[in-house]
């Protein structure tokens, strides 16, 4: 996977935190923030659906626009 270098200003007990976690589990501090926010977006859940999937790309969002428009009424 292709990586993007970028700045974030975190709190400096966050980033602490986040840095102890990577010394503890032997991996970088840009690792663990990564799978942090993968777990928050929603990201890790999103892959494992799609995995198990066996929709097509045009099913899946011919189903997703219908979802959509069930719900607004």
Request: no cysteine; proline share 3%; glycine share 6%.
């Amino acid at each position: 996977m292709a990586r993007t270098k970028t700045t974030v200003y975190l709190d400096p007990q966050v980033l602490r935190a986040a840095r102890i976690m990577a010394a503890r589990t032997g991996r970088r501090d840009s690792d663990v923030m990564e799978d942090a926010l993968r777990s928050y977006l929603g990201i890790e859940v999103a892959d494992r659906v799609r995995a198990r999937s066996t929709l097509g790309p045009d099913e899946a969002e011919a189903l997703a626009y219908g979802e959509l428009h069930a719900s607004r009424g």
